[in-house]
Protein backbone atom coordinates (compact mmCIF):
# COMPACT_ATOMS: atom_id res chain seq x y z
CA UNK A 1 0.00 0.00 0.00
CA UNK A 2 1.51 3.14 -1.10
CA UNK A 3 0.50 6.95 0.58
CA UNK A 4 -0.94 9.01 -2.28
CA UNK A 5 1.12 12.06 -1.58
CA UNK A 6 3.92 10.09 -1.36
CA UNK A 7 3.86 9.03 -4.91
CA UNK A 8 1.59 11.64 -6.57
CA UNK A 9 4.25 13.37 -8.89
CA UNK A 10 5.06 9.53 -9.98
CA UNK A 11 1.99 9.07 -11.18
CA UNK A 12 1.88 10.74 -14.82
CA UNK A 13 -1.08 11.38 -17.76
CA UNK A 14 -2.48 8.34 -19.06
CA UNK A 15 -2.15 6.12 -16.80
CA UNK A 16 -5.08 4.32 -14.90
CA UNK A 17 -6.83 3.29 -12.11
CA UNK A 18 -8.73 0.20 -11.04
CA UNK A 19 -10.97 0.13 -8.06
CA UNK A 20 -12.06 -2.65 -6.22
CA UNK A 21 -15.27 -1.49 -4.12
CA UNK A 22 -17.49 -2.80 -1.29
CA UNK A 23 -20.23 -0.87 -2.08
CA UNK A 24 -23.16 -3.09 -2.94
CA UNK A 25 -23.06 -2.01 -6.87
CA UNK A 26 -19.12 -2.52 -6.79
CA UNK A 27 -20.33 -6.13 -5.37
CA UNK A 28 -23.10 -6.85 -8.26
CA UNK A 29 -20.24 -5.80 -10.54
CA UNK A 30 -17.57 -8.35 -9.18
CA UNK A 31 -20.03 -10.93 -9.08
CA UNK A 32 -21.53 -10.37 -12.72
CA UNK A 33 -18.10 -9.96 -13.82
CA UNK A 34 -16.09 -12.48 -12.19
CA UNK A 35 -13.83 -10.34 -11.45
CA UNK A 36 -11.57 -8.49 -8.44
CA UNK A 37 -12.12 -5.06 -10.01
CA UNK A 38 -15.49 -2.85 -10.15
CA UNK A 39 -14.62 0.30 -11.56
CA UNK A 40 -11.87 2.04 -14.09
CA UNK A 41 -10.67 5.17 -14.85
CA UNK A 42 -7.65 7.58 -16.73
CA UNK A 43 -5.37 9.67 -15.13
CA UNK A 44 -5.63 12.66 -16.30
CA UNK A 45 -3.20 16.49 -14.76
CA UNK A 46 -4.90 19.28 -14.25
CA UNK A 47 -2.62 21.85 -13.83
CA UNK A 48 -1.47 20.96 -10.47
CA UNK A 49 -4.42 18.56 -10.04
CA UNK A 50 -3.97 14.83 -10.49
CA UNK A 51 -7.45 13.45 -11.40
CA UNK A 52 -8.92 10.78 -12.52
CA UNK A 53 -11.64 10.72 -16.26
CA UNK A 54 -14.39 8.33 -15.55
CA UNK A 55 -17.50 7.41 -16.59
CA UNK A 56 -19.94 6.75 -13.69
CA UNK A 57 -23.47 5.58 -13.50
CA UNK A 58 -25.88 8.84 -12.53
CA UNK A 59 -22.98 11.21 -13.91
CA UNK A 60 -21.88 10.21 -17.08
CA UNK A 61 -17.87 10.80 -18.00
CA UNK A 62 -16.54 13.60 -15.94
CA UNK A 63 -12.98 14.77 -13.81
CA UNK A 64 -12.27 14.15 -10.50
CA UNK A 65 -9.73 14.74 -8.20
CA UNK A 66 -7.88 11.53 -7.48
CA UNK A 67 -7.25 12.72 -3.81
CA UNK A 68 -11.09 13.05 -3.45
CA UNK A 69 -11.80 9.50 -4.92
CA UNK A 70 -9.07 8.42 -2.10
CA UNK A 71 -10.79 10.13 0.81
CA UNK A 72 -14.36 9.34 -0.20
CA UNK A 73 -13.87 5.08 -1.44
CA UNK A 74 -14.89 2.37 0.13
CA UNK A 75 -12.29 -0.38 -1.14
CA UNK A 76 -9.47 -0.08 -2.82
CA UNK A 77 -8.25 1.96 -6.07
CA UNK A 78 -4.79 0.37 -7.08
CA UNK A 79 -2.36 2.12 -9.41
CA UNK A 80 -1.54 0.65 -13.50
CA UNK A 81 0.82 2.51 -15.54
CA UNK A 82 1.63 1.11 -19.42
CA UNK A 83 4.99 1.33 -19.93
CA UNK A 84 6.53 3.32 -22.38
CA UNK A 85 8.74 1.09 -24.46
CA UNK A 86 5.06 -0.65 -25.80
CA UNK A 87 4.42 2.60 -27.31
CA UNK A 88 2.00 4.32 -25.33
CA UNK A 89 1.28 8.19 -25.10
CA UNK A 90 -0.31 9.02 -22.45
CA UNK A 91 -1.16 12.37 -23.51
CA UNK A 92 -3.40 11.14 -26.17
CA UNK A 93 -4.95 8.90 -24.27
CA UNK A 94 -6.12 12.03 -21.90
CA UNK A 95 -6.88 14.21 -24.81
CA UNK A 96 -8.94 11.45 -26.27
CA UNK A 97 -10.71 11.03 -23.02
CA UNK A 98 -11.00 14.91 -22.65
CA UNK A 99 -13.08 15.27 -25.67
CA UNK A 100 -15.83 12.28 -24.11
CA UNK A 101 -16.16 15.01 -21.30
CA UNK A 102 -19.89 15.34 -19.98
CA UNK A 103 -21.11 12.00 -22.44
CA UNK A 104 -23.65 10.34 -20.91
CA UNK A 105 -23.37 6.59 -19.10
CA UNK A 106 -24.58 3.59 -20.67
CA UNK A 107 -26.31 1.26 -18.93
CA UNK A 108 -26.77 -0.33 -22.27
CA UNK A 109 -23.27 -1.13 -22.10
CA UNK A 110 -23.93 -2.66 -19.05
CA UNK A 111 -26.81 -4.45 -20.39
CA UNK A 112 -24.19 -5.70 -23.16
CA UNK A 113 -21.67 -6.98 -20.61
CA UNK A 114 -24.03 -8.60 -18.75
CA UNK A 115 -25.57 -10.51 -22.29
CA UNK A 116 -22.00 -10.89 -23.68
CA UNK A 117 -22.84 -8.99 -27.04
CA UNK A 118 -21.38 -6.46 -29.40
CA UNK A 119 -19.63 -4.08 -27.17
CA UNK A 120 -20.62 -0.58 -29.16
CA UNK A 121 -24.28 -0.65 -28.20
CA UNK A 122 -24.20 3.48 -28.15
CA UNK A 123 -20.98 5.17 -29.26
CA UNK A 124 -22.29 8.73 -27.36
CA UNK A 125 -22.73 6.59 -23.98
CA UNK A 126 -19.76 5.16 -22.16
CA UNK A 127 -19.43 2.25 -19.22
CA UNK A 128 -15.83 2.70 -17.13
CA UNK A 129 -14.17 -0.12 -19.02
CA UNK A 130 -15.55 0.83 -22.37
CA UNK A 131 -14.22 4.00 -21.94
CA UNK A 132 -10.63 3.16 -20.26
CA UNK A 133 -10.07 1.19 -23.06
CA UNK A 134 -11.14 3.12 -25.96
CA UNK A 135 -8.61 6.19 -23.69
CA UNK A 136 -6.13 3.78 -24.03
CA UNK A 137 -6.19 2.49 -27.20
CA UNK A 138 -6.25 6.47 -28.59
CA UNK A 139 -2.76 6.26 -26.85
CA UNK A 140 -1.98 3.62 -28.63
CA UNK A 141 -2.22 0.96 -26.09
CA UNK A 142 -3.18 -2.81 -27.55
CA UNK A 143 -6.46 -2.95 -26.18
CA UNK A 144 -8.55 -6.17 -27.63
CA UNK A 145 -11.55 -5.27 -29.39
CA UNK A 146 -13.45 -8.63 -30.30
CA UNK A 147 -14.55 -8.56 -26.84
CA UNK A 148 -16.77 -6.29 -23.98
CA UNK A 149 -14.07 -4.93 -22.02
CA UNK A 150 -14.40 -5.69 -18.03
CA UNK A 151 -12.30 -3.60 -15.26
CA UNK A 152 -10.22 -6.47 -14.63
CA UNK A 153 -9.49 -7.03 -18.06
CA UNK A 154 -6.92 -4.34 -17.94
CA UNK A 155 -4.56 -5.58 -15.32
CA UNK A 156 -3.32 -8.51 -17.48
CA UNK A 157 -2.95 -5.97 -20.98
CA UNK A 158 0.89 -6.61 -22.10
CA UNK A 159 3.10 -3.54 -21.51
CA UNK A 160 1.31 -2.64 -17.99
CA UNK A 161 2.91 -2.72 -14.48
CA UNK A 162 0.99 -2.74 -11.46
CA UNK A 163 2.19 0.18 -8.91
CA UNK A 164 0.06 -0.87 -5.72
CA UNK A 165 -2.75 0.78 -3.96
CA UNK A 166 -3.61 4.04 -3.24
CA UNK A 167 -4.19 4.93 0.26
CA UNK A 168 -4.34 8.37 2.00
Known amino acids: MRRYRAVRKEITDGDFLLFSGNGVWSQVIRFWTRQEFSHCGL ?22 PVSELIAQYNGRIVWYSPDEIVGYDGGDAVEFGVKRLGSDYSWKQNAALALGVNRDVDERAFNCSEYLGDCLRAGGLKVPRDRVLRPGDFVSLPGVTCFGDLRQ
Not at 43 to 64: F, T
Request: neutral net charge.
Open 43 to 64: IAWWNDRCCVLEAKEGWGVRLV
